[in-house]
């Protein structure tokens, strides 16, 4: 079965800076759409940012100009660069994967998610 693994969690400082990594591991069918997405203590999951196959991007305006998704095809691989960190940027970050499977002559898409990985920003 597919599966996401994330990575690069931690404690870091306002300001400072972090990378979040993704690895998508036994997967036999195309890579489509990605993203990350967090979640905040009592609050519900919200998209950070996506990320094409071609390498589109869009972004929530909250992260504009200080995060970056930037992606490998060859090694199934997705990060996250976070820079000039805020204490609400705190959560569990999630990695999304969506795969198109074809099955006689049709395709249809289904949606993988990781476990997530804890970034908390404090002094």
């Known amino acids: 079965q597919v599966q996401l693994v994330e990575s690069g969690g931690g404690l870091v400082q306002p300001g400072g800076s972090l990378r979040l990594s993704c690895t998508v591991s036994r997967s036999i069918f195309e890579i489509n759409d990605m993203g990350w997405y967090r979640q905040a203590p009592g609050k519900e999951r919200e998209l950070v940012g996506h990320?094409?196959?071609?390498?589109?991007?869009n972004y929530a305006d909250s992260v504009k100009g200080r995060f970056t998704l930037s992606r490998d095809n060859a090694k199934n691989t997705l990060d996250l660069h976070m820079n000039s960190l805020k204490p609400e940027d705190t959560g569990v970050y999630y990695c999304?994967?969506?795969?198109?499977?074809?099955?006689?002559?049709?395709?249809?898409?289904?949606?993988?998610w990781g476990q997530g990985t804890l970034v908390t920003v404090s002094s």
């Open positions: 990320i094409t196959s071609i390498g589109t991007t």
């Open positions: 999304n994967a969506v795969l198109k499977i074809v099955v006689t002559g049709n395709y249809r898409f289904r949606e993988v």
